[in-house]
């Protein structure tokens, strides 16, 4: 069984339109998070979620709205689809809140046209 | 979060090992070192952490300075699939202002 998995792995969509990733974690952990990689690799943060409560939120347009309806579970909304949305997107947990050891997931390569 | 510098690739024979070096020279005291690797087209994974002393797993070993100011992973014998990319990250480890911050990490070629 996959640690933590997100759905899609790509999502290609025109500009203007809305959409969600899914990300599930069957590790048991109680946080979990949103990274976003850009076209030049780097690896920024988004969001992170303790126990369903939103405990880190970056400087990210309010287009973006995590949902944790479990601690199992993060997803990842976005509206009005930007080109410079255009990233791959991480799903991660961890155990506690502690950056410890954190899974991520496979990620989801999102471009927008 | 404290900045790091890491060199940006390294080349490394296959069975050799490979030594990677970052500095962190502004470090605070609660905040410990991170190394992460991200091989093309996955998720990055977790490989060690530590705070002063040096540590050793199944995947690597960390040695950090006693000043802390610097530490080296060292992945003793390196092969094909330790190709990656690899962060050092320095951070609290728990807190809401702890998160990490990826940079730009080192490039690790492992070659035949």
């Known amino acids: 069984d996959t640690a933590v998995s997100q759905t899609p792995k790509y999502l290609v969509t025109q500009m203007g339109n809305d959409k969600s990733i899914k990300c599930e974690q069957n590790l048991g952990h109680d946080t979990m998070y949103w990274y976003k990689q850009d076209s030049k690799k780097f690896l920024k943060i988004m969001f992170s979620y303790n126990n369903k409560e939103l405990i880190i939120n970056e400087t990210v347009p309010n287009r973006f709205s995590p949902k944790s309806p479990d601690k199992a579970h993060l997803n990842l909304h976005i509206n009005s689809l930007e080109l410079g949305d255009s990233a791959v997107y991480f799903c991660?947990?961890?155990?506690?809140?502690?950056?410890?050891?954190?899974?991520f997931g496979s990620g989801t390569q999102l471009s927008v046209l | 979060d404290a900045k790091t510098t890491q060199p940006p690739s390294m080349d490394c024979a296959e069975g050799r090992a490979a030594n990677l070096p970052c500095n962190h020279s502004?470090?605070?005291?609660?905040?410990?070192v991170y190394w992460y690797r991200q091989i093309h087209s996955q998720g990055p994974q977790y490989i060690i952490h530590g705070l002063k002393n040096n540590e050793t797993n199944e995947m690597a070993s960390l040695i950090i300075t006693e000043d802390r100011k610097s530490s080296t992973l060292i992945l003793p014998h390196a092969t094909l699939r330790d190709t990656a990319v690899y962060y050092c990250i320095v951070s609290p480890l728990r807190g809401t202002a702890s998160k990490l911050t990826f940079g730009t990490g080192t490039r690790l070629q492992v070659t035949l």
């Open positions: 502004t470090i605070s005291g609660n905040e410990y």
């Open positions: 991660a947990s961890s155990r506690g809140g502690s950056n410890e050891k954190l899974f």
